[in-house]
């Protein structure tokens, strides 16, 4: 479609030429003698080329009713009463661009394309933020389980303030998402959110990464460079795999998350900057205390609203619920084929263990989609990884599929723990064990209590 140019100009010459000029270059064009003549017309208007002094309202004060009603229309202002003054003051209520009477037709078609072509761009910006703030909204973090529901209240209730949070949750259980979406419902929504992979950094290149280096810090540094925290600098910035960072950097951790400052490599210049701190790991950071591996002060410092993400098989309600989003999801992208899912499809995915969690079961999805044959996705377009492992020989014992031992013992426990009422003793006769060795299990389980 042909982008609308509206002429607001009162000299009739002129406002002639200007409209042949931009007619030629392809533009549709819609003139007015004075503003209050134009306004009918703003709203469906792609770029305004407006004289600076108009009769009645003057292009500067249309320019600033534009602005107030928070059009993002981009405004070009012409005056033969070109004075520093003037520019300034058309710039500082948002003019695009300005341009001092005479002047080329060629330079106003340069100028028209360049401020449209700057609103395309901020208008894609705008899109694309929208659609990064949809998804991490609760219809995107898919979760009717209770567990689910506590976290949804404790990210609203810790994203306002700056409080560092610790993510703890095993892999593929959604972290990613819990830190954007606290991110994303905090006051620095519009600022950076960086994410940090510690596992995936070499540890001799971690500390470069993270507070960046000065030029000819070491060889090869031949112009200096920012690190990920001052690129999240006002913003967010998530630790991924926290557990995995070597004892020298923790150090300076933890002087970050006290002090707000560092020094980049190679530099003594102290720099200051403002950041959020999300921390996520799929270890249990107490036992890497007791074994010296962790330290406790940067512990307690990223300890201060902890947040334990469960297993997708400890909240298997939501299985229904995930199926169906995915569907939603990934339909469209494998050519909208399928369209649903059946009652027996779910019933196969909630007999599954689901050892990588809801990013296994979104492949899962994915990978049935590809294969399914109707529209539908039914029982028999479930394709799990349990069908890639070799099958148990009728006679053997074998584990419930996607199940670890460890996995199996707890659950076995839990579920006598239930039949019992919590009643110790009485799970302990269910499991053939004696209280004693149940208490062990549950104290290793960290469920003792």
């Known amino acids: 479609m042909k982008k609308r140019i509206l002429i607001v100009e009162d000299e009739?010459?002129?406002?002639?030429?200007?409209?042949?000029?931009?007619?030629?270059?392809?533009?549709?064009?819609?003139?007015?003698?004075?503003?209050?003549?134009?306004?009918?017309?703003?709203?469906?208007?792609?770029?305004?080329?407006?004289?600076?002094?108009?009769?009645?309202?003057?292009?500067?004060?249309?320019?600033?009713?534009?602005?107030?009603?928070?059009?993002?229309?981009?405004?070009?202002?012409?005056?033969?009463?070109?004075?520093?003054?003037?520019a300034v003051d058309a710039m500082k209520a948002g003019a695009a661009d300005f341009l001092l009477k005479p002047f080329s037709l060629d330079h106003l078609?340069?100028?028209?394309?360049?401020?449209?072509?700057?609103?395309?761009?901020?208008?894609?910006?705008?899109?694309?933020?929208?659609?990064?703030?949809?998804?991490?909204?609760?219809?995107?973090?898919?979760?009717?389980?209770?567990?689910?529901?506590?976290?949804?209240?404790?990210?609203?209730r810790v994203a306002p303030t700056r409080a560092t949070v610790l993510l703890a949750g095993e892999s593929g259980v959604g972290k990613d998402l819990i830190a954007r979406a606290i991110h994303f419902h905090s006051p620095r929504k519009d600022r950076p959110f960086v994410k940090i992979n510690c596992a995936a950094i070499p540890e001799n290149l971690m500390e470069s990464e993270l507070f960046g280096y000065e030029k000819g810090a070491f060889t090869g540094a031949n112009t200096s460079k920012p690190g990920k925290f001052e690129e999240a600098d006002t913003g967010t910035v998530m630790l991924d795999e926290i557990g995995e960072v070597p004892a020298n950097i923790q150090i300076k951790l933890l002087r970050v998350l006290q002090e707000r400052e560092f020094e980049r490599l190679g530099s003594n210049k102290t720099m200051h900057i403002d950041v959020r701190v999300v921390a996520a790991t799929n270890r249990d950071l107490r036992a890497a205390l007791e074994d010296g591996t962790f330290r406790e002060d940067l512990y307690y410092r990223l300890n201060v609203v902890p947040m334990e993400i469960p297993p997708l098989r400890a909240r298997k309600e939501d299985i229904p619920y995930l199926a169906h989003h995915f569907v939603e999801k990934l339909a469209p992208e494998m050519g909208g084929r399928v369209t649903d899912i059946t009652d027996a499809a779910i019933?196969?995915?909630?007999?599954?263990?689901?050892?990588?969690?809801?990013?296994?079961?979104?492949?899962?999805?994915?990978?049935?989609?590809?294969?399914?044959?109707?529209?539908?996705?039914?029982?028999?377009?479930?394709?799990?990884?349990?069908?890639?492992?070799?099958?148990?020989?009728?006679?053997?014992?074998?584990?419930?599929?996607?199940?670890?031992?460890?996995?199996?013992?707890?659950?076995?426990?839990?579920?006598?723990?239930?039949?019992?009422?919590?009643?110790?003793?009485?799970a302990a006769r269910i499991l053939g064990l004696t209280r004693n060795a149940l208490r062990y299990r549950l104290t290793q389980m960290g469920i003792e209590s």
């Open 347 to 426: 019933e196969k995915l909630m007999q599954y263990s689901w050892p990588g969690n809801v990013r296994e079961l979104e492949n899962v999805i994915e990978r049935s989609i590809v294969m399914a044959l109707g529209e539908k996705l039914d029982a028999g377009d479930i394709r799990l990884d349990m069908n890639l492992r070799p099958r148990v020989a009728a006679g053997e014992v074998g584990l419930p599929d996607g199940m670890s031992l460890d996995t199996y013992e707890q659950e076995l426990i839990k579920d006598a723990l239930k039949k019992a009422d919590g009643n110790k003793s009485q």
């Open 109 to 156: 078609t340069t100028v028209v394309n360049k401020a449209l072509e700057i609103r395309s761009l901020r208008d894609e910006n705008r899109r694309l933020k929208e659609e990064l703030g949809r998804k991490y909204q609760w219809d995107n973090i898919v979760g009717r389980s209770t567990a689910m529901q506590q976290i949804f209240g404790t990210i609203m």
């Open 12 to 86: 009739d010459k002129l406002r002639r030429i200007l409209e042949l000029q931009l007619l030629d270059s392809g533009f549709d064009v819609v003139k007015a003698a004075t503003a209050e003549e134009a306004l009918p017309f703003m709203d469906r208007a792609d770029l305004i080329l407006t004289d600076f002094k108009l009769p009645g309202m003057t292009g500067l004060e249309m320019l600033q009713l534009i602005r107030r009603q928070d059009s993002h229309v981009p405004v070009i202002v012409m005056t033969a009463f070109g004075t520093v003054e003037n």
